[in-house]
């Protein structure tokens, strides 16, 4: 076109202001034309000291593993042992059983509040099993699943969701807001993103020291429109700080989707771009390239490279939280259509595929998981649930500082505790 | 011992760290090469290395959350806000991050960080170079808030800052780091060398945060201050001929409450001076505690003298800054005031 200065008050279109929508709502036949699915194995993998320059395709692909028919293909396959795929499925299935669980417990009084984690499992299982003890995991609300292939005690789950005597968090905090510094799972808290700046802090700090461990930041697609992630990748940029920076895209923000955080206009990978970072768009619900993506991340930033942005394309197949009805703003039956499919099933026919699993095993398992669930929140309830039990309400009072001032000493007293 | 100004004196509290603490390091804008732009921390990368003392990009969120994850991890970060009016872009991660990782982790994390800003006016700052935002951290639970008022302090509450295990706002007046400023601007500036509190020893050493100092003592009335507040409330004291005694109560929180509590009852009669507008100022929380606790002891109402409920402005600086004359004024109402 030719470029020239349009005359004023020339005939030219009113300016006008747009709002995306999303393809569908309630009533409407699901339509996910718009996404398209690469075939697994497609990608090519760069060597982790590629300059990023160099790699500017890869936020604009997907990668995936697992192709239709369960087998692992391309360049991308972590080729890992079969006990390390099954421990992944025991990790995946655990959560969503006990999510299951968690949110009965809730519609029969016995918590206040749960999220699940459903359709979301492989990525916190694949990178609780991918990473190192030492690592330290920045978590959203929904990677429970981390927590599950970690083993961390179902009871002390239970606990905290029911706020009784033996929260290990002492009743101060929310359903599922956990904290484990022993098994790498920093302290969750309600105000998204804030932590995603921490992610970066604690691994600039292990440069600092010169030790070995990386820190994996994780942020959902609504909150990539928070400041804090600019400046998380900012940060991590300026200072190649040995982290990996991960948007679970569930193309959902309660009820706002993906498109009102920028999806329309470029994949979340590529804003990793920008920052001079490698950006890696992959297919959040293949357990193996979640693996893969999250060790050739890791090794870079093990080998001074710098962070990564990592995208994981997936879906949030539940409603955002139990506070939540997703009928009112989408299809109900949209996440039957999700064209990734469960990355639960998809894991588990690419074991079967191997001949390392089969239906009369993963029947066995689902029974042994469900029936260590039940035993862990009957004995978190025979503890007490929320309202009928809760720690000593001194705790209240703990840590706030490391040592109380005069003015909580004082109101501990008044408080009659 | 040498005379040190505020500023010197700031940079021996880090110099002194730095030398000691291999996990304490230093970072904000344009804190490294250029070492500050109040020269806090000259010289401070050149011998200690930018590893140890580094710039940081704009981004007042990022420098705070990355200091909290450095903390998590184990370090002692110590970070630099370059105007106080500037630090309310980390005010989130402040508030539900730095303030309540330890209670909320039930002690798993904790978040042992400084974080030094320049604040308050006299400066012809104008609106964003002059505020006292020391109130909306004291509503803050979780958080400490510490207020020098003269070489000497500032050097030791520093220390004692950095090595506290919570997270710490350390606001340094800054019409107060080349010398005391009583408020008679029209006035020759003095030195901190002339100051015996600008007498400042080369080592380590510390000023426990939660302990105020009687600057002055009396038996008319009691001002409570902090920051250069101190100095003008010293000034007027002499100038209203009025037998008071000034407390400087250097930190916010935890707040010395025994100090003032003891001189309130010997006096009868308080005032309350802050630079920051008077509404929802640290002055009616001050106020309330004297009430609560002195309430038979006072024989006149509690006087508040602050700034005005406006933004900081630039031409009326002189008529925004409360000088000697209006807490002089506020002085003597208190003593005359007759129940």
């Not at chain 1, 009102?260 to 490698?278: C, D, E, L, S, V």
């Not at chain 1, 639960?344 to 095993?361: F, M, Q, Y």
């Not at chain 2, 490294?32 to 806090?40: A, D, I």
């Not at chain 2, 004359?325 to 005031?337: I, M, N």
Request: charged share 20%; hydrophobic share 40%; glycine share 10%.
């Amino acid at each position: 076109m030719e470029i020239s200065r349009t005359a004023r008050g020339a005939n030219r279109p009113a300016l006008s202001l747009h709002i995306p929508e999303p393809a569908t709502r309630p009533g409407d036949v699901p339509d996910f034309s718009r996404i398209t699915v690469p075939e697994a194995g497609a990608m090519p993998c760069p060597d982790i000291a590629t300059p990023e320059a160099q790699m500017r395709d890869m936020p604009y692909g997907l990668i995936r593993v697992l192709d239709e028919k369960g087998r692992a293909v391309g360049p991308w396959d972590p080729r890992l042992d079969e006990d390390t795929l099954r421990a992944g499925l025991r990790a995946m299935l655990k959560t969503r059983l006990f999510d299951e669980r968690m949110f009965r417990a809730h519609r029969q009084g016995k918590t206040s509040f749960y999220m699940k984690s459903l359709g979301e499992e492989a990525i916190g299982a694949a990178q609780a099993l991918m990473l190192e003890a030492g690592d330290m995991n920045f978590p959203s609300y929904r990677m429970l699943s981390w927590l599950m292939a970690r083993d961390y005690p179902l009871i002390d789950l239970c606990n905290q969701i029911y706020s009784n005597e033996r929260d290990p968090l002492r009743g101060r905090q929310l359903p599922i807001l956990y904290s484990a510094r022993e098994y790498g799972f920093y302290s969750l808290s309600g105000n998204v993103g804030s932590r995603f700046g921490h992610a970066v802090g604690w691994a600039m700090a292990s440069a600092y020291k010169g030790g070995d461990a990386i820190a994996v930041g994780h942020v959902g697609d609504g909150t990539t429109a928070e400041g804090d992630f600019h400046e998380a990748l900012t940060f991590a940029s300026v200072y190649r700080a040995p982290v990996i920076l991960c948007i679970e895209n569930n193309q959902w923000a309660i009820s706002s989707f993906s498109g009102i955080a920028g999806a329309g206009a470029t994949t979340f990978a590529a804003k990793a771009i920008a920052y001079g970072m490698p950006g890696l768009r992959v297919d959040g619900n293949d357990f193996l390239a979640v693996c893969s993506a999250t060790l050739w991340a890791a090794e870079r930033a093990r080998a001074n490279h710098g962070p990564t942005l990592i995208e994981f394309f997936t879906y949030r197949a539940a409603g955002h939280s139990t506070s939540d009805d997703p009928t009112r703003y989408r299809p109900a039956e949209e996440a039957a259509q999700w064209p990734l499919g469960d990355p639960l099933e998809r894991l588990k026919d690419h074991l079967i595929a191997l001949g390392a699993w089969d239906a009369a095993r993963h029947e066995a398992l689902a029974a042994e998981l469900t029936a260590e669930i039940r035993a862990a929140s009957r004995q978190a309830e025979a503890v007490g649930t929320l309202g009928q039990s809760k720690p000593n309400p001194r705790e209240m009072f703990e840590d706030v500082f490391a040592e109380p001032d005069w003015r909580i000493i004082e109101q501990r007293r008044e408080a009659g505790v | 011992m040498p005379a040190m100004t505020m500023i010197q004196a700031l940079n021996s509290a880090l110099d002194v760290k730095l030398g000691s603490d291999p996990d304490a390091l230093i970072f904000g804008e344009d804190v490294g090469y250029f070492g500050g732009v109040f020269r806090v921390t000259e010289g401070l990368q050149k011998k200690y290395g930018a590893r140890r003392c580094f710039d940081s990009p704009i981004s007042e969120g990022g420098i705070v959350a990355t200091a909290i994850g450095m903390g998590a991890y184990g370090l002692r970060p110590i970070v630099e806000i370059q105007f106080a009016d500037y630090i309310l872009p980390a005010y989130d991660q402040l508030v539900s991050e730095a303030a309540r990782l330890r209670y909320r982790s039930n002690g798993e994390f904790w978040c042992p960080i400084t974080v030094r800003s320049p604040y308050g006016g006299g400066i012809f700052g104008g609106q964003t170079h002059s505020q006292s935002p020391e109130a909306i951290f004291a509503h803050v639970t979780g958080l400490k808030t510490v207020i020098p008022s003269n070489p000497y302090d500032a050097k030791g509450l520093l220390l004692a800052a950095i090595e506290e295990d919570d997270p710490v706002i350390f606001l340094e007046p800054k019409r107060l780091y080349n010398g005391p400023f009583d408020g008679h601007h029209d006035q020759p500036l003095v030195t901190w060398a002339e100051h015996p509190l600008g007498e400042v020893p080369q080592g380590h050493y510390t000023v426990p945060l939660g302990t105020a100092r009687v600057m002055r003592e009396g038996r008319e009335a009691t001002v409570l201050a902090y920051g250069t507040m101190v100095h003008v409330c010293n000034a007027a004291i002499a100038e209203a001929g009025i037998d008071a005694e000034l407390i400087d109560l250097r930190s916010i929180v935890p707040l010395d409450i025994e100090t003032v509590i003891a001189s309130v009852r010997k006096t009868g009669r308080c005032v309350i001076v802050h630079e920051a507008s008077r509404y929802g100022g640290f002055g009616g929380e001050l106020s309330a505690l004297v009430q609560e606790r002195c309430f038979y002891h006072l024989r006149a109402p509690i006087e508040r003298v602050a700034g005005w409920d406006t933004p900081y402005p630039h031409a009326f600086e002189w008529d925004y800054f409360p000088g000697p004359d209006r807490v002089a004024k506020a002085l003597k109402r208190c003593v005359e005031a007759v129940a």
